[in-house]
């Protein structure tokens, strides 16, 4: 008999445990989770904080479905993992043994550490816990103030400001999310961050959180040269995340900003595997192991895991990332190398708004952009692309979303540009125009 035991119910381990009952139909599988929710949609929180999705709807499986496949869940806590016992420690001292173990415990938002973090009223949107904590604390503020950058701190600022609350957005640089957006692109999302009534204050750093009676009551900052002061009842990070890699260091477990896998999702302790968020991977494209925070390559790689804690011999291969989401309200597709190589905190250049990696994010965005630019803009509707003499391998495409799903195909599977690269560099061609009619006859001839 085999025991298979899955650490966090996030998309990674769902996705191994469907995995594991698709090729072991007899042998028991438990999932165990701090989560009170258990499995949910993380892309959906932003949804329910605008009030446009409802709570319910972020839960794809019901009790049923666990049941069906004899998919054991459990709350709790593992304290220590016993690899030559093989075997876990619950936090109410409780043992549980495990012929092959998944780390799929996911991030942890950071925290800043200025005086006042610890007050009514601060919070942060790691999980849907976070979420409802958020809405109910939003009945009683009228002003917020969001610190931090990349798709999480829009969640909280067009989130907040939805819901009727004045929203200050501090941000320690000259624009939003320098390590990946251009320019144009930081003005685009500023601007409609303007427009919905958002205040952003530039080169602002928070020096401190004010209080009073245990609550909120106001924000000081430093504004370059000078001294500001904010009222305020909320005060909202999002300064990046950090893998829950605890449980593995203990467990002397090879890590570095991540649980450090092969291409088999294997961690260098026998029969226990890493996927997901916690998880740094092999890139073939860079020869480097990096760090994901997007919601396909966890499903991706908790379903090789699987499949390979049941015997199996299969290679997670890293395709280029991409990910979907809202930006100032405008629909944005990220696929690929599309910026400079920041990978540190304190390089020059670097993001100065979030420590590490976000929420939605990946390590590979930031590496340094192969080939030359070429590029499109109109009114709120941004293309650009970074084109090699032969492949795109990077693009962002804001607003208009046609050329999103076969700009993933023609960078994934690096289709040959060669005979329109010189039209896609020529300001004389229309860079969209150009790209579909190119897609139309490379899916007629693939047909």
Known sequence: MTNYVIIGSGAAGIAAAGSIRREDSRNKIQVITDDPFGYYSRPGLAYLLTGEVPQEQLFPFNQEYYRELNIQLVKG???FILPDQHQLVTSNGSYIQYDRLLLSTGASANMSRVPGVELEGVVKLDNLEDAVHI??????ARTAVVIGGGITALE??????????QVHYFLRGERYWSSVLDEIESKI???RLIQDGIKI????EL???LGKKGKVTGVRASQQQKQVQVDCQMVAFAIGIKPRMDLAIKAGINTQRGVIVDEGLHTSQADIFAAGDVAQVYDRMSGEHVLDSLWRPAIEQGWIAGLNMTGGNYAYE???????????GLITTIIGRVGKEVLEENKPDGDADVAGIMRGDSEVWRKQSLGIVAQTFQESNRLRLYITPTYITGAIIMGD?????????????QVDISPIRKLLLSPQYSLMETLLKFWEDYTKKNA
């Open 77 to 79: 806590c593992v304290r």
């Open 135 to 140: 809405l109910k604390n939003a009945r009683k």
């Open 156 to 165: 909280l600022a067009e989130g907040l400001a939805a819901i009727g609350i």
């Open 189 to 191: 999302v500023e601007n």
């Open 201 to 204: 204050h530039y080169h602002t």
């Open 207 to 209: 020096d401190e959180i």
């Open 318 to 328: 890293k395709k280029y990332p991409f990910n979907v989401t809202r930006l100032g």
């Open 401 to 413: 979303q046609t050329l999103s799903r076969p700009l993933q195909i023609l960078i994934r599977e």
